[in-house]
Nanobody
Framework: QVQLLESGGGLVQAGGSLRLSCAAS????????MGWYRQAPGKQRELVAA???????NYADSVKGRFTISRDNAKYTVYLQMDSLNVEDTAVYYC???????????????WGQGTQVTVSS
């Protein structure tokens, strides 16, 4: 497993931007596919963005064109740049990791503690 620590959440007005960071422990970071999930109150946790070990990215339709996931293997860090935020993006955002892509999108082996993102109208 990988230990994950998110940062960068906060309160932002609609239309604004935030960048989330997720720092991972250990050199095995480069061997893990990484993802960002979110969970809004009363809703199920959903995968919003994923990046594979070779840098291939994928996004949920709800964030496509607004969010960008990236990774820096030298810094053991994955980022989520969130632009054009709207109130529906309000949620706790979680970083996740797994060496198996199938597991990453189903049941990741490693989770961060989450960071709150609140978008006001």
């Amino acid at each position: 497993q990988v230990q994950l620590l998110e940062s960068g959440g906060g309160l932002v007005q609609a239309g604004g931007s935030l960048r989330l960071s997720c720092a991972a422990s250990g050199s095995i970071f480069s061997k893990n596919h990484m993802g960002w999930y979110r969970q809004a109150p009363g809703k199920q946790r959903e995968l919003v963005a994923a990046i594979t070990t070779d840098g291939t990215t994928n996004y949920a339709d709800s964030v496509k064109g607004r969010f960008t996931i990236s990774r820096d293997n030298a810094k053991y860090t994955v980022y989520l740049q969130m632009d054009s935020l709207n109130v529906e993006d309000t949620a706790v955002y979680y970083c996740a990791a797994d060496p198996s892509l199938l597991q990453l999108v189903g049941s990741p082996g490693s989770w961060g503690q989450g960071t709150q993102v609140t978008v006001s109208s």
